[in-house]
């Protein structure tokens, strides 16, 4: 097992990894940007280290800083958690020449699953269940067009590389085809510095639905069940629950078998999630892997009683899974909730500095936080400052126990997206287990026509 362990991120997922360590007896190493110095993630590690300035880039991103304070202090691995260098291939082969293993996927895994298009390839060649497209990048606009009409309108276009909606256009007619597939290919471009894309069929309507896996470096995989994460907004989750109202126990176990022999197939170690679209019929179709621990991982937690995280420590230090498939079980049901600093309205982010923070907690509450009162939010990461995840008996229970935890939480000196989730919970079709990704679009703002003079 490791002796101490350098956590390359920020926020709550650093204190998670933190606590995860502390009950293995494992020592911890901080790494924080000049914004993040009071943060708790440095308080409570046993080491800390500066990395650089607030600007991601020259910090959290700053693979040299990582591995030299790494180096520095001793620590003999790195856990990634999610964002910034999670599903870095290059920062796993560093760590690999360096002698300080990464707490993921082999670095080539990470990259064949980052490469959306042949990643694919190689879950259609494992059997895994595929939407019409093309098999590989669109290098042209006539190639696009071709493929769009052999598939189908509405076809939607990929970028092959990232992901959170960028370099991705819905195109329902050919005469949009030509401006999305330019657009796409400029924001990937942006966003990836890989300008390549894809096509695909597009559902109208599906589900979001995921599969969690676990492998160890002995051959063992497991799934650990699915998960719901129909609510999003712009491709961003703000609701996840576990298990979905809208799998059979039977298709859990086909799904989950079919997950388990790709991630063999490609000889996925470590943790990871499978992401498909399922369509009124209850059809599932590939949309991509996580090669990384989800922001969603709790509620997973907490129906299987199993520790994601200390099992992804255990993997990478030779060890195999602690269990079998056949001892994972599902009790009850699980919702999580992010809680963003941004204006529930309008989605405007909201940084500053929080003078009175409590989230009550009680039976069936769990609450994974870095935030605190009079602590700063800075403007410079995501605006996630608090996941709320709850457990009941079943969805009603879950359902009833977010409710009055959102209603009884006191976050004063910035807005929070808060009220949203209460909206969201207290909405007929959400309670009845109708969803889809498209069920916010009710919830967005209307946006005004723009007049000459606002756009000059």
Known sequence: MFKKILVANRGEIALRVIFACRELGI??????????????????????????????????????AIISAAEITGADAIHPGYGFLSESAYLAEVCEACHIRFIGPDPNVIRLLGDKAKARRAMKKAGVPML?????????????????ASIGYPVIIKAVAGGGGRG??????????GHAFRTAQREAE???????????????????????????????????????????????KLIEESPSIAVSEKARRKMGAVVVDAARAVQYT?????????????????????????????????????????????????????FKQSEVTFTGHSIECRVNAEDPVTFVPSPGTIHAFSIPGGPGVRVDTAAHAECTIPPNYDSMIAKIIVHGRDRQE??????????????????????LHLRILNDPDFIA???????????????????????A
């Open 27 to 64: 020592k911890t190493v901080a790494v924080y940007s000049e914004a993040d110095e009071n943060s708790l993630h440095v308080r409570f590690a046993d080491e800390d280290i500066c990395i650089g300035p607030a600007r991601s880039a020259d910090s959290y991103l700053n693979v040299p």
């Open 132 to 148: 019409p497209g093309s098999d590989g990048p669109v290098d042209s606009e006539e190639a696009a067009t071709k493929i769009a």
């Open 190 to 236: 942006a966003a990836f510095g890989v300008g390549d894309v894809y096509l695909e069929k597009y559902l109208e309507s599906p589900r979001h639905i995921e599969y969690q896996i676990l492998g160890d470096h002995h051959g063992n995989v497991v799934h650990l069940g699915e998960r719901e994460c129909s609510i999003q907004r712009r491709h961003q």
């Open 398 to 419: 879950a359902i009833a126990r977010m409710k009055r935890t959102l209603e009884m939480s006191v976050v004063e000196g910035i807005r929070t997206s808060i009220p």
């Open 270 to 322: 470590n943790a990871g999630t499978f992401e498909f679209l399922m369509d009124a019929k209850g059809n599932f179709y590939f949309m991509e892997v996580n090669t990384r621990v989800q922001v969603e991982h709790p509620v997973t937690e907490w129906v299987t009683g199993i520790d994601i995280v200390k099992e992804q420590i255990r993997i990478a230090a030779g060890e195999r899974l602690s």
């Open 168 to 177: 991705m256009r819905i195109v329902k007619e050919p005469k949009e085809l």
């Open 433 to 455: 287990g109708r969803l889809s990704t498209h069920f916010m679009e009710r919830f967005m703002p209307v946006k005004k026509p723009s007049t000459l003079a606002e756009s």
